[in-house]
């Protein structure tokens, strides 16, 4: 079965420190893997996806992603953070079977970034 | 574009009453998507629907109903609310349903079941 696991529900950092968000995955076939950002009282909106090709993927807001296959991982990460990245990251993955793309997100990790 | 719309933005609930939450897109995509969001849980599918006139269950179906009204509109239905359902709802779009596509969130329905 597709799953990802997201091993800090929160992570502190100050701002300007660079900051990374983890995310393991656990996939049959081909993964498709996606982060998605929620802002407080908002819906998600998307960041970044890893499709194929490169394993550093650029998304939005100068985040990046790095796709590991040997170690199953697609952790998030930004040279710099702000106080405005503060948020709920998931990491999600397609669930197989059916017609449509079901995602499996995983718990959530809450980005604190200290002035 | 308005993206993905949901209304209402909140609802206080008693335990047995029923409501709808209603959800449009105006991207003209084809498959749509219920999910709850639930402290420690993530986001769990209740409900989707590939295209115009299917539907089929997610991973947390029950006590749930939907309706595919329009290629648009994408409604939940809770024919008896209990407790259990306190959560925030969130419907989502892609155009095709591919697995390699992104899915466009609507704001949410915070929902209280007293």
């Known amino acids: 079965a597709q799953s990802v696991a997201q091993p800090e529900d929160q992570v502190n950092v100050a701002e300007g420190n660079p900051l990374t968000v983890k995310c393991t995955y656990s996939?049959?076939?081909?993964?498709?893997l996606f982060w998605y950002v929620q802002y407080p009282n908002r819906g998600l909106q998307f960041l970044l996806k890893y499709i194929t090709g490169d394993n550093l993927v650029k998304g939005s807001y100068g985040f990046e992603a790095e796709f590991n296959k040997s170690q199953t991982s697609f952790h998030l990460k930004k040279p710099s953070a702000l106080v405005s990245d503060s948020a709920l990251y998931f990491c999600a993955v397609p669930g197989r079977g059916g017609a449509t793309n079901k995602l499996i997100f995983g718990t959530g990790t809450l980005l604190a970034v200290q002035p | 574009n308005a993206g993905v719309t949901q209304t209402p933005k909140f609802q206080v609930l008693k335990t047995g009453q029923s409501m709808t939450l209603q959800c449009a897109q105006d991207m003209n995509h084809n498959s749509m998507y219920w999910y709850r969001q639930d402290p420690g849980m993530g986001l769990r599918l209740i409900y989707y629907s590939a295209s115009e006139g299917t539907t089929d269950k997610g991973e947390v179906p029950n006590g749930y109903n939907v309706s595919r009204l329009n290629k648009r509109e994408f409604s939940l239905r809770l024919e008896s609310a209990a407790p259990s359902q306190t959560s925030v709802y969130f419907c989502?779009?892609?155009?095709?349903?591919?697995?390699?596509?992104?899915?466009?969130f609507g704001p949410g329905t915070r929902l209280l079941v007293l």
């Open positions: 989502a779009s892609t155009r095709t349903g591919g697995l390699e596509e992104t899915q466009y």
């Open positions: 996939v049959s076939g081909n993964p498709y």
